[in-house]
Each structure stands twice: as C-alpha cells, then as structure tokens.
C-alpha cells in the first residue's frame, strides 16, 4: 500500500510540474479514524474537470490513469478536481490495514 501512495504521489507531483506550470505544491498524508488520505494539491493552471474527468476528452493521460489504477490495486478510492488555489487537488483514500470498503 505504502508503495502504490508514494506512486500516486510522485506521479501528481509530476503532472504539476510537467502539465500545470506550479509553483507550489503541497503533500500531505494522515490518518483519521480507520482512514489513510494522501493529498497532492497545487497551485497551477488546472484543468477543465467536467471535460477531463467525463471522458470527453482524450487530455486524461497515462499519468492520471495509472493513479487511478494503482488505487484500484489498494482499493482506494480516488478524486481528482480542481484544487483550492486554482490548481489540481488529488485525492486517494485507503482504509487502514487494507480493508475493503
């Protein structure tokens, strides 16, 4: 599990930098109640959600799929959506100990 969030991690920061043109980006990673949250969020260009995140258009790159992939492997559940500063917010959420939801 710890493998696949520093992936998801590192692969978002990577998209900020190569994609969103940041210059700030945040990483965070706690845990509440029998939850585990890592959040990337950051403060570049963005991107239109309602085009990307639907499918109607072929912008969701690799990048975004394989996170979404390996937080499937973890049976996580992922969010990706516009963040607070303008830029990109990633979101993914285990339950503790590798249990299902």
């Known amino acids: 599990m710890a493998t696949h969030l ?3 991690a590192q692969e978002a920061i990577n ?7 940041a210059e700030r980006i945040r990483v965070s990673l706690s845990l509440y109640n029998d939850r585990i949250a890592l959040e ?6 963005g991107f239109n959600s309602e ?5 109607k258009s072929s912008v ?5 799929q394989t996170m979404e992939y390996r937080a499937s ?4 559940r ?12 990633v979101r993914c959420e ?7 939801w």
């Open 78 to 89: 992922m969010k990706i959506v516009q963040g607070p500063d303008g830029g990109v917010l």
């Open 60 to 64: 969701k790159g690799m990048g975004m």
């Open 15 to 21: 998209i900020a930098l190569r994609h969103g043109a």
């Open 73 to 76: 492997l973890i049976d996580g």
């Open 40 to 45: 990337v969020s950051d403060n570049g260009t």
């Open 51 to 55: 085009t990307i995140l639907n499918g």
């Open 94 to 100: 285990v339950l503790k100990g590798g249990e299902s």
């Open 6 to 8: 520093y992936r998801i």
